[in-house]
């Protein structure tokens, strides 16, 4: 028997797939046969969807990814040091001649 070349599915189809194992109106065989899937994938998106579910209410999404506290002024304050420790560095390596002047 040949292996089958890996499928990639859209998230439409996997939501399809589950939402009918949620209605149960047919077996978890049943449908994995209809959508050609193994019974695991369609227990896999069923559980996925039940996880993600509460998102679509407002509720805390794991879609959404939280945005990384920034504090502008510590950043500009390294910048600042980053610069100062640079032109020290230039002047010091061109006065030992250890740096072309024209940059």
Not at 23 to 30: C, D, P, V, Y
Not at 42 to 57: D, N
Request: glycine share 8%; hydrophobic share 45%; charged share 25%.
């Amino acid at each position: 028997m040949s292996r089958r070349p890996r499928r990639n599915h859209t998230a439409a189809f996997k939501a399809k797939v589950a939402l009918a194992e949620l209605k149960g109106e047919k077996t978890l065989l049943e449908l994995a046969q209809q959508f050609d899937v193994h019974a695991n994938q369609v227990t896999q998106w069923k559980s996925q969807l039940l996880e993600g579910a509460a998102g679509v209410f407002g509720g805390d999404a794991k879609a959404e990814p939280a945005e990384a506290a920034v504090d502008v002024k510590t950043l500009h304050a390294k910048i600042g040091q980053l610069t100062v420790e640079n032109d020290f560095l230039e002047g010091a390596l061109t006065k030992a001649g250890l740096l072309s002047a024209r940059r």
